[in-house]
């Protein structure tokens, strides 16, 4: 799924080692790998070029959004050098070296998505990826690629112009009317942007202009500086008309509004007008061939709006005294939620343009505009839950390293994000909440998820193990979650008990089970009742959260609890922060645990009656007829 936007990808391979090198990884993407007839077919991945290899890329060049070769990078530059033509069309051209170290972004880097794509082959080939982008290296998002995630669409200008100003990190003016400023939050503290209309100073004069707007032509025209624009589709379109009206003079009338009032029809989200014209021909054309949402409203909908030019004559017709202008309002203000955006005695304000008629000899075209304080993306959401196990980045699986680069938005526990901070990419929306604030950050997930982006929700250890998995799907389930917006994908990672067994033996190598200390969400007396049934059952033990600030008995009681049925003797391990840099390991045993330091990032181990140490390592029996040594 976090390879669809990139597809369909084609892979080149013409020797039988980078056949094996890519082999592997075309069957993970599902793409098709390309060998010459001399090499042989192994599964229905890999297909037969009859011709030469220059010929069958340009047979299949307009096929796919992406290749990916392995092959000498100067080989492959000949052989797409003729197919290329223009930076916005160009497929995305990613090269592997034969030993699968480099996987380098040579093509098409932001607009066709190599950098992106090139980060996530790295992640899943354990590679280096190589980005010669310039504002990758000065971790900004690449200005022509900004408004993506937010569904915004890109107007004329001199992109490559600000760009170079950009990368020569210049002062470039930002005027930002209309759309999210999620992307300003995760800006490095030297980035080259001014926002606003202010003076900057003879010292350091604008080089570069950057206008987010929905109104057309923001700048000067006498301005001689390079500048582009932006445009957040957050125009919501009431419409009304005679029955029959053509599509033809829909869209002459939104043309003829958009133009009086200067706003940009680029910047239109969609269309919204009363539910007895859902069927109206005219108006669905329209929206099919401009690709734009249709919202209907029933009257007793559009009666709740106060519009300033209510009508009684349409009141008799259609029941209500405004469609254009009620639909408009409703439709940007409750288009994403229920609840709506703003308070209803201020729904009026977001109207920007009121109700125009526009008639021909037998038809007639009611327009009204209104502007939302929320983007339409346009887009699905999508929610990775992600577990990045014990924290070291070599413990995290490629498929979660993917999901974390790929995702538009990180949400996370601060500690957790420092850890995963190499994998995260210039532009990306990093969002922290603190340790104690979990359901707040699965509420945020699905905001941001439901409104169109890919959001990665990362949890230490498993995500389903004490982790956010759990949290976000209960609070999916309480919001009538259809199963399918957003999309969910989960990611497991190492658990803490796992990597704390891990760097102490095999101490779960019999029946085990994992309780938490935290009586946060679960009654103390419940958790005293698993503790007394682990410790009778004779499992080996994991013991999350066992102490912290504010709960210091829970850990004395567990242990009182666990020696009523187990020897003191009884090996322990106690494991922090396991493959961090500051890892600590004791080795005790249960009478003397309490003696040592126990905190929220300590994992405790409590070996079962045939548990026993030798030369420093916890080990486990795999049976009980095993003798200890």
């Known amino acids: 799924m976090i390879f669809d936007a990139f597809k369909p990808i084609a892979a080149i391979a013409t020797t039988p080692q980078s056949s094996q090198l890519l082999h592997p990884l075309c069957q993970s993407l599902r793409v098709t790998l390309y060998v010459p007839e001399t090499l042989p077919l192994i599964d229905t991945v890999i297909c037969h070029y009859q011709d030469s290899l220059k010929t069958h890329l340009a047979t299949i060049w307009a096929e796919n959004r992406a290749f990916i070769f ?7 530059i000949r ?11 160009d497929p995305a051209i990613i090269v592997i070296d034969p030993t699968g170290q480099y996987v380098i972004s040579l093509c098409s880097g932001h607009q066709g998505g190599a950098d992106r794509l090139a980060q996530l082959i790295a992640h899943q080939l354990n590679a280096t990826p190589i ?11 690449a200005i022509d690629m900004l408004g993506r995630p937010f569904g915004w669409r890109k107007g004329p200008g001199d992109w490559t112009g600000v760009s170079h100003a950009i990368a020569s990190q210049k002062r470039v003016q930002v005027i930002q009317e209309a759309g999210s400023e999620l992307w300003k939050d995760n800006l490095p503290q030297n980035h080259p942007f001014c926002f606003g209309f202010g003076e900057i100073g003879e010292n350091a004069p604008t080089a570069a202009c950057v206008s987010i707007s929905v109104t057309q032509g923001r700048f000067a025209e006498a301005s001689t500086i390079p500048k582009v624009q932006w445009y957040p589709r957050v125009l919501w379109v009431g419409i009304g008309c005679i029955r029959g009206t053509s599509q033809a003079l829909i869209a002459s009338a939104i043309e003829k509004v958009f133009q009086k009032y200067h706003l940009a029809t680029e910047a239109i989200a969609g269309l919204a007008t009363i539910d007895i014209k859902a069927d109206e021909v005219g108006i669905v054309q329209y929206c099919q061939d401009k690709q734009y949402p249709l919202l209907t409203y029933s009257a007793d909908v559009l009666n709740t709006i106060n519009v300033p030019n209510p009508s009684e004559v349409v009141k008799q017709e259609v029941g209500t005294a405004s469609v254009a202008e009620a639909a408009a309002i409703y439709g940007a203000n409750y288009w994403f939620s229920d609840t709506g955006n703003r308070e209803k005695n201020d729904l009026k304000k977001s109207l920007l343009v009121p109700k125009q008629i526009i008639k021909s000899e037998q038809e007639a075209v009611t327009i009204a505009i209104a502007q939302s304080e929320l983007d339409y993306t346009g887009r699905q959401g999508k929610i990775y839950l992600v577990g990045m196990g014990p924290g070291s980045l070599e413990q995290i699986t490629p498929a979660a390293k993917t999901a974390i680069n790929q995702a538009d938005a990180i949400i996370g526990y601060s500690l957790y994000l420092e850890l995963i901070k190499p994998l995260q990419r210039p532009g990306q929306i990093i969002e922290s909440l603190p340790i104690t604030k979990e359901k707040e950050r699965a509420k945020r997930a699905i905001e941001l998820g439901k409104w169109g982006l890919s959001v990665a929700v ?37 658990t803490a008990l796992q990597a704390a067994a891990a760097r102490v033996g095999t101490p779960l190598m019999h029946d085990f089970c994992a309780i938490s200390l935290s009586d946060l969400l679960t ?21 999350y959260n066992p102490r912290s600030q504010t709960r210091q008995t829970q850990i004395i009681e567990a242990q009182s609890i666990f020696l009523q049925h187990r020897n003191r003797n009884t090996p322990v391990a106690l494991v922090r922060c396991a493959y961090r840099q500051d890892e600590s390991i004791i080795l005790t045993n249960l009478g003397e645990m309490l003696t040592h330091n126990i905190d929220m990032l300590t994992t405790v181990l409590i070996g079962n009656s045939s548990t026993f140490f030798h030369q420093n390592w916890m080990i486990t029996p795999r049976g009980y007829h095993e003798c200890r040594m």
């Open 70 to 76: 392995c092959l000498a990078t100067g080989a492959v």
């Open 79 to 89: 052989l797409i050098a003729p197919l290329l033509e223009d930076k916005a069309s």
């Open 131 to 141: 980005i010669t982008g310039a504002s990758h290296g000065l971790n900004l998002p």
């Open 458 to 494: 990362i949890s230490s250890g498993d995500c389903g193990i004490y982790g956010m998995a759990g949290l976000v799907l209960e609070e999916l389930k309480n919001n009538n979650w259809d199963g399918q917006n957003p999309s969910i994908e989960v990611f497991p990672g190492i």
């Open 523 to 543: 009654p103390w007396e419940m958790i005293k009742k698993r503790l007394e049934a682990a410790a009778i059952g004779d499992f080996v033990t994991a013991l």
